[in-house]
């Protein structure tokens, strides 16, 4: 199968390596390369592409701006920008886009990227390694929605938490007896130090003003500004969540 690209980046040494890049894989073929968005716009509606590899910071119209304006049969977006904060990556997802690299990318990830957008596998039971990858991603994706940065210890932390809830589930009735004593063991510090940087990550989402995402994660008005989730209530509805979605 051969997937058609236009590449929208306003820098054009960085749009021309794509482009060498893309052009000398066997399925891509760059059918054009915009400097900008009114130029995407134009290439779009002419070549109509599979995929568009689009740029967030454009003169005369942004990668937002490009989003908004795609009608009819509409490429696959894969947005990417040195503007990786959280707020981006989710206006991105909001306004379209199916994925986003954070520059500066490896090549040949974006390449496996389109790939797989492309060529979804069929279901089967992954492997632990593909299926530990791919939690990791969800959580990532879903600490990015609440707004939990990932240089805090506490980030760490909560993800393995999570993760070893999601495995055994019951460890989160034994929270202080198993569950911090586990993750101290792994990290090399206190059961103590877990509890209280996994509670500064929630802080931060709370103080960060991102409730409203966490309600429309789980679907329903769970919380307000004033009702603080425990360590325990946060990570089991975490897990139960990527629980019931891999069910």
Known sequence: MNYSLIIADDNASYANSLKDFFDAKDNFNVVGVAPNGAAALQLISLFKPDFLLLDIVMPELDGFGVLSA????KP???????????GFVQKAIQYGAAYFLAKP????????LLLELAEPQ???KPSPAKR????DEKISNLFIS?????????????????????ETPDIINSITKR?????????????????RAIRHAIEVAWNRGKIENINN?????????????????????????LLLESA
Do not use: C
Not at 132 to 135: E, I, Q, T
Not at 179 to 195: D, F, H, M, N, W
Not at 217 to 241: C, H, Q, R, V, W
């Open 76 to 86: 696959i977006v894969v947005m990417m920008s040195q503007l990786a904060s959280d």
């Open 122 to 124: 069929p279901v089967q």
């Open 132 to 135: 530990s990858r791919s939690l």
């Open 179 to 195: 569950l911090y004593p586990s993750i101290a063991e792994r990290y090399g510090t206190s059961a103590s130090k877990v509890e």
């Open 146 to 166: 609440v707004g939990i940065p990932a240089h805090i210890k506490g980030y760490q932390f909560l993800r393995e938490a999570i993760k070893m809830t999601i």
């Open 70 to 73: 795609l009608e009819g049969k």
């Open 217 to 241: 994660i789980f679907g329903i008005k769970i919380y307000s500004p004033n009702e603080k989730p425990t360590n325990g209530e946060f990570i089991a509805l975490i897990a139960d969540k």
């Open 105 to 112: 990318f490896d090549f040949e990830t974006a390449y496996k």
